[in-house]
């Protein structure tokens, strides 16, 4: 399965973007998909993960309250609703997935796509 993001862009502080993660291939009932972001010079991070059903979503503390994930399966997509947007959320946004329940590591993901870029200016 190969995963690719994509509704990356420029917006101000306090606006929202939605990211989609859309998979090509074939899918399975196991995998959590979670986005994480990165920027340069720092180790990627978590901000949020949906189960297949949708029943499980886990979020970073950073954007709890201000992120929503969500997933259309008959899509095979997946979405990252981001409001309030802040400077902080600046960052390459990548999409991967993992069969390990609940992981927050980068690590313990797969399938990478290129990710998209997300800037918030003040």
């Known amino acids: 399965v190969q995963l690719q993001a994509s509704g990356g862009g420029l917006v101000q502080a306090g606006g929202s973007l939605r990211l989609s993660c859309a998979g090509s291939g074939r899918t399975s009932t196991i995998y959590y998909t979670g986005w994480f972001r990165q920027v340069p010079g720092k180790e990627r991070e978590f901000v949020a993960s949906?189960?297949?059903?949708?029943?499980?979503?886990r979020y970073a503390d950073s954007v709890k309250g201000r992120f929503t994930i969500s997933r259309d399966n008959a899509k095979n997509t997946v979405y990252l609703q981001m409001n309030s947007l802040k400077t902080e959320d600046t960052a390459v946004y990548y999409c991967?997935?993992?069969?390990?329940?609940?992981?927050?590591?980068?690590?313990?993901?797969?399938?990478w796509g290129q990710g998209t870029l997300v800037t918030v200016s003040s």
């Open positions: 991967a997935r993992t069969a390990t329940s609940g992981s927050r590591w980068a690590r313990d993901f797969g399938s």
């Open positions: 949906i189960s297949w059903s949708g029943g499980t979503t």
